[in-house]
């Protein structure tokens, strides 16, 4: 048998994979969310406002700061990305305006 100093590393690697685990799945979703409103939002913004990807984040909700914007104007894309976690792409097409693309996981 082990000496109780060997297992409480053990214990604690355990305990920290257990609270990842218990919420690693809402955070991936909101991150999911936030990602694929961002790329929506931007995108009829950008595409059908006129306006600069900086002056869209105006149409953020509140906690939408680590969302990161980029623009594809060849494809007429915005992809948001929240750092590490997700990335979702809208596109605009002609006449039906910006439209999400499917969700990957």
């Not at 109780?4 to 590393?9: C, I, V």
């Not at 919420?23 to 979703?29: D, G, I, M, Q």
């Not at 595409?47 to 909700?61: A, P």
């Not at 590490?84 to 990957?104: D, H, V």
Request: with cysteine.
């Amino acid at each position: 048998m082990s000496s109780p100093r060997r297992r409480w590393p053990l214990l604690l690697l355990l305990g920290l994979a257990g609270l990842l685990a218990w919420f690693w799945l809402p955070l991936n979703n909101f991150a999911m969310t936030g990602a694929a409103y961002g790329a929506r939002v931007a995108c009829s913004c950008h595409y059908l406002g006129g306006r600069g990807l900086d002056d869209c984040r105006k149409d953020f909700e509140p906690g939408m700061e680590l969302i990161v914007l980029s623009a594809d104007k060849d494809s007429k894309s915005v992809t948001a990305r929240f750092p590490l976690l997700a990335t979702q792409t809208a596109t605009y097409y002609e006449g039906q305006g910006c439209r999400l693309e499917p969700w990957r996981r």
